[in-house]
């Protein structure tokens, strides 16, 4: 059997496990430095416009959903699946992911530690909100359109919101702001999501997976169903690799000459972002497939299928254990409250010296730790499906 008909048959591609556990990895990493005062700049999110590794992860993961969606319905499909049940399960998956996201932005509900909390002020929008919705809808595409349509729509979405965010006019703003606080983006969460947005956000009212930039998000996933089905296709994996580096290629020069008009920008997921990050994901995902699939240099990918078996189950442990260890405090020696992260990491870390490193260091560690949460998972075989 050609490895191309595997593929087919078995609905599922190595490199694009080891591609998941590697982003999961990456995104324990950046999540979770020791001091959000000290992290090395490829850490940190872009300031607003531009894109750092950390700019990388999140439309990684919704691309790796696009990809993994065509592969998941295309093979259930083919074997008689009734297409409203398919869309019914879908519905109860998303509605599931953009729960457990809710519930981590409440956690611990103010019932332990001191903790403040309220339904009035609780953040609506989130990481697993937007992959929530970003998988419901390009669902319903994949399940109920043709192929072309699937490439319009990709089109329709990145096309409508580039229009409607450079003309349509923002009180006391006008049209075409491109910042926080005065962006079409800013104005339609503050006024739908009064209350409920990011209270971080660079300014009130805005949220970074917020409602109107979902749209080129949900571009991002399609640009995975696509590559999906070229995957699934007859052609040989030699010409299946260079097709992927050609249009990996064309799409990060398609968003380097649209970012001239329309910034590369994570926070307000601009089309040119989401084109621009597709393009890195192929680029990269043909590496993958190329040195894991068609080679088959197999041997270093164990940790990292590990990581990924359990993606959504890690990235919600990981928010437990990050707020724990914060909400978890106790008098210290000079009669202060000290909070477990602080006093483990002033323990365990700091006395390196460098501030930048420690904090390094402690991504890595947690990282690691959550590894193995990872690994004794997969060594007793639970896998948690969403």
Known sequence: MTQSATAKTSGRLLSLDVFRGATVAGMMMVNNPGSWSSIYPPFKHAAWNGWTFTDLIFPFFLWIVGVAMTFSFSKRVEQGADRNKLMLHTFQRALTIFAIGLFLNGFPFGLIFG?????????????????????????????????LWQVRWTIIFLVVYWILIKTVPVPDFGAGVLEAKGSLAWYIDSMLLSGHTWIAAPAPGFDPEGIFSTLPAIATTLFGVLTGHFIRSERTPQEKTAWMFVFGNALIFMGLLMDNWLPINK???????????????????????????????????????????NAITMFAIAGLVGRLTVLIKWTGADGNPIALKTWYYQTFFLWIGDPMFASFLHSVAFMLGLYLIAWVMYKYNIILKV
Not at 116 to 136: D, E, K
Not at 271 to 300: E, H, P, Q, R
Request: proline share 3%; charged share 10%.
């Open 267 to 309: 926070n307000i997921w601009t089309s040119t972002y989401s084109v621009f990050m597709a393009g890195l994901a192929l680029n990269i995902f043909a590496f993958c497939y190329w040195i894991i699939d068609v080679k088959g240099y197999k041997g270093w990918t164990k940790p990292f299928q590990i990581y990924g078996l």
């Open 115 to 147: 903790h403040q909390f309220s339904w009035a002020a609780i953040r609506i929008p989130g990481v697993l909100q937007r992959i929530a919705v970003c998988y419901l809808i390009a669902g319903s595409i994949v399940l109920y359109t043709s192929r």
